[in-house]
């Protein structure tokens, strides 16, 4: 059963990744860690085309990718009709876009799926893809199960939130968000500094 889920997953991914590639850019809703400068044009290497806050109604926020270490969760898009999921919607080149998708392990534990997205500055609407926990063992089946992120990840979320011009309302929703106690570390000082004095 297992394997059968995986070739799915693989199969799915595989036409989602090519439909992508057919054009000059891909437009990709970051919610997570990759919300911040410092964790997606730092360390994983990459420049977006452009940038737009976003909201992709019928989403919602979860963490129900298993971590390890001190990391006891990740962040993942979840379907839910009652709620909205904010990021930012980035346009990358397909050579950025498929850095993405290789550095967050997909087909495995992200798959690639296609979202409906409003962008907050012109309400234009968007189609673009984001990325939700894979099928499997890693993934936690119930919201109420999901363990509470790392306050270093969840630093991650709070900052890249600001920095991406999200609505105060969901910066604050991240700020309220419970952290695990035994994760107490805060986001590394030059990873905030450089994010800020970036041109």
Known sequence: ????????????????????LLGDRISYLAYGSNLHPAVF???????PLAMSPAVAPGWRLAFDLRGGGAEPSF??????????LYGALYDL????????????GVPFGYVVCPVRCRKLDDGEYEWGYTLAAA??????????????????????????????????????????????????????AEDTAWAKGRK
Request: charged content about 30%.
């Open 1 to 20: 059963m297992l394997l059968r889920s995986l070739l799915l997953v693989v199969a799915s991914y595989t036409y989602d990744a090519s439909a992508a």
């Open 75 to 84: 962040a993942s898009a979840r379907p839910d009709a009652r709620r909205e």
């Open 135 to 188: 099928p499997g063992p890693m993934r936690i089946a119930n919201e109420a199960d999901e363990p509470v992120p790392s306050e270093r990840y969840l630093g991650y979320l709070r900052e890249g939130a600001r920095l991406s011009g999200l609505p105060d309302s969901w910066c604050s929703y991240l700020d309220d968000m419970s952290r695990d106690p035994t994760a107490p570390l805060p986001i590394p």
């Open 41 to 47: 044009e730092r360390r994983r290497g990459i420049k």
């Open 93 to 104: 080149t397909p050579s950025d876009w498929a850095r993405v998708c290789a550095s967050e």
